[in-house]
């Protein structure tokens, strides 16, 4: 079984800053690629950030130069640094890590339940 946990979210004022952690637990054999996606209300679940392997990082054109991704293999955890927020970047942010439980299982993408961050005056 498998576990992936946020944690991070809150309220923060426009311009500010706030850190996302991620740590992923459990049967995992290895890991490919973390990352952080964000659902707001009434609109579908898009990518803020990836890293896939151990350095290979994708960013979403609306953050880019604002947040960043970084990721701690040996405790199986991913961070977002996210600077300037803007009311735009309101959302529910889920960790995501795509991962192997076995040396002959397959890739499965694993989610956490989701943390809230709110960009407001």
């Known amino acids: 079984q498998v576990h992936v946990v946020e944690s991070g979210g809150g309220l923060v004022q426009p311009g500010g800053s706030l850190r996302l952690s991620c740590a992923a637990s459990?049967?995992?054999?290895?890991?490919?690629?973390m990352g952080w996606y964000r659902q707001a209300p009434g609109k579908q679940r898009e990518l803020v950030a990836t890293?896939?392997?151990?350095?290979?990082?994708n960013y979403a054109d609306s953050v880019k130069g604002r947040f960043t991704i970084s990721r701690d293999n040996a405790k199986n955890m991913v961070y977002l640094q996210m600077n300037s927020l803007k009311p735009e970047d309101t959302a529910v942010y889920y960790c995501?890590?795509?991962?192997?439980?076995?040396?002959?299982?397959?890739?499965?993408?694993?989610w956490g339940q989701g943390t809230q961050v709110t960009v407001s005056s």
């Open positions: 995501n890590a795509r991962l192997r439980t076995g040396p002959s299982s397959r890739i499965l993408d694993y």
């Open positions: 459990g049967s995992i054999y290895s890991i490919s690629a």
């Open positions: 890293v896939i392997s151990f350095v290979s990082t």
